[in-house]
């Protein structure tokens, strides 16, 4: 079993950075500490599995090569965890939505030339609204340093041009940096799901990207 850290973040070193307003995107430097984000990767590695996307007829899983990354899910027992606990409670202080209304966390592996094509992460089915309503929210936590590429893109954010992948695109990106999050918003203060959300993970040109998601929903999720 492995080992968990006693060294958890304080909320007082988190530092908020606004990237954006329409689509609401909040960049949060030191979400993590370094030993949350090594204890993440270390109990998923030996259960990552080909990711899948979201049946909008069923709400299963199903391969696509609209995302290439490598994945697994916590299980219900591992959010009792203090670790998992404490990284739960500080999502919820800085999204403001309870955490029994997410989704369990999700870590994700890419490796080289892989990557996540834009999309949204709203359902735009009925089928996935029945548990826990829509998605209005995602934390998207990066667990490793010494990547090239992979940023988060952003195409209808920002005004300028970024490095996605190696290529100059409209929009905006951000860099995984280990411990930080980027907290982003599919529903819009006028309580429906926000086009401008669309986001993907660029293609990996170097190394390995490691990143944590944490889908928030409506109401309570599980």
């Known amino acids: 079993m492995t080992k968990m850290p006693l060294c958890f973040v304080s909320d007082l070193s988190v530092k908020p950075e606004v990237l954006s307003w329409s689509p609401r995107i909040i960049l949060f ?12 990767r270390a109990i998923a590695k030996p ?6 996307v979201v049946d909008t007829k069923t709400g299963k899983g199903i391969k696509s090569n609209v995302r290439t990354s490598s994945g697994m899910f916590l299980s219900s027992e591992e959010r009792k965890f203090p670790i998992i606990q404490a990284i739960e409670k500080r999502i919820a ?3 403001q939505v309870p955490a029994e209304n997410g989704e369990l966390i999700q870590v994700l592996r890419y490796e080289k030339n892989q990557y996540y094509k834009p999309h949204h992460d709203y359902f735009a089915d009925t089928f996935n ?51 930080d999050a980027v907290l982003f918003w599919s529903m819009g203060l ?23 998601t944490k889908w928030m929903r409506q109401r309570t999720s599980y």
């Open 29 to 40: 430097h030191n979400f993590l500490s370094t030993e949350e984000c090594d204890y993440l």
């Open 47 to 52: 259960r990552l599995q080909i990711s899948t």
């Open 93 to 95: 202080v800085f999204s």
């Open 129 to 179: 609204l029945k548990r826990g309503g829509q998605r209005i929210a995602t934390m998207l936590m990066y667990l490793s340093d010494n990547v090239e590429g992979g940023e988060t893109y952003f195409p209808l954010a920002g005004n300028g041009e970024c490095s996605c992948g190696g290529k100059m695109m409209k929009g905006l990106c951000v860099k995984p940096i280990k411990g």
């Open 190 to 212: 006028n309580g429906e799901s926000d086009p401008n959300s669309i986001h993907g993970g660029c293609a990996v040109l170097k190394g390995e990207k490691w990143s944590a």
